[in-house]
């Protein structure tokens, strides 16, 4: 799959292509679907494939203060786009300017005269332009006369749920890791950098690495979870706390990973990625350190009992 970034966009010659576009925040079954689609009619008519997306989410220009939380970063949906056997990764820098074109002049303009695409593919609710004016019915209208196929393909529903960006954040946001799987595919993900901490972990006998996250991402309710750790190509199981850590005052939110059967050493600005698999329990204030580590230990187990016979 090559990555080509907007900038590069006006030297491009590798249509006619098969293009799915959309912002593919989680990139959940939804997406999936969408991708699929694209795949197969690309595959039935001998033509290359593309994913066309955005960055930052639409929102955080038009309205940065509704704008959600990230499921997903930009690294994260490049790596997983390259196990999707696709030709193109397009990717369109969103700015106030680039969202005022009219979606008649980006459609002729972009995807046809620039990138030559012969078929594109979008979700049933897509919009595209100024003012979300392309709706899949005026992109089919469009279309047809510029020779341009447009294919609106059907949400994806679970249980009578409709799939979506917006159903994952809330579950994420109620502390309900354990159901992101069912409407992903795949367990929640973060990936972050280590950071210095206070050492505190070290002194009790449980260290963990402190976390800086790549991405402004979606987060649980302050506590205590099961997660699996992925270091240098490795899986590990862990626990992870999102908080303030409130037996110790004065401290502000952190993200701490204890990594179990792990050799910790100088992992300072070293990247690693967490799955967040069930909530344990959340913050609780304890009367000393001793009290702390007793109720550490029985998370150990509990991580141990769901993670490693799972």
Avoid: W
């Avoid at 959940?28 to 994913?51: C, E, M, S, T, Y």
């Avoid at 790596?79 to 009219?102: I, S």
């Avoid at 897509?126 to 949400?155: A, P, T």
């Avoid at 402004?216 to 850590?245: A, H, M, Q, R």
Wanted: charged share 25%.
């Amino acid at each position: 799959m090559e990555v080509i970034k907007s900038s590069n966009f006006s030297d491009l010659n590798i249509g006619p292509l098969v293009l799915a576009i959309g912002v593919f925040d989680g990139l959940h079954f939804g997406h999936q679907r969408i991708i699929k689609n694209a795949k197969k009619i690309a595959a039935d008519n001998k033509l290359p494939v593309g994913i066309y997306t955005f960055t930052p989410n639409p929102l955080k220009v038009l309205k940065p203060a509704l704008a959600p939380r990230s499921l997903i970063s930009n690294r994260q949906k490049i790596e997983l786009l390259f196990n999707y056997d696709l030709d193109y990764y397009l990717e369109q820098k969103f700015t106030l300017k680039f969202a005022a074109l009219d979606y008649h002049d980006f459609v002729k303009n972009t995807l046809i005269n620039n990138l030559k695409v012969s078929c594109l593919v979008v979700g049933e609710d897509f919009q595209l332009g100024n003012k979300g004016e392309g709706s899949l019915d005026k992109l089919i209208e469009i279309g047809e006369s510029l020779n341009l196929k447009v294919i609106g393909i059907k949400n994806k529903k679970i249980e009578n749920k409709r799939v979506s960006s917006t159903l994952i954040r809330e579950l994420i946001e109620k502390g309900t890791v354990n159901k992101v799987k069912k409407y992903m595919g795949r367990n929640y993900c973060l990936n972050a950098k280590i950071v210095k901490g206070f050492g505190r972990g070290n002194r009790m006998g449980i260290p963990t690495a402190n976390l800086k996250l790549e991405d402004d991402y979606t987060l649980p309710p302050d506590g205590v979870y099961s997660c699996y750790v992925y270091y240098n190509n490795e899986k590990y199981i862990g626990l992870v706390n999102f908080g303030n850590n409130p037996t110790f005052p004065g401290v502000n939110y952190s993200i701490e990973v204890h990594i179990l059967d792990f050799t910790y050493k100088d992992l300072y600005c070293e990247r690693l990625s967490i799955e967040v698999v069930e909530h344990i329990r959340g913050e609780v204030i304890f009367n000393n350190t001793e009290e702390l580590v007793e109720q550490i230990k029985k998370d150990i187990l509990y991580t141990q009992n769901l993670l490693c016979y799972n």
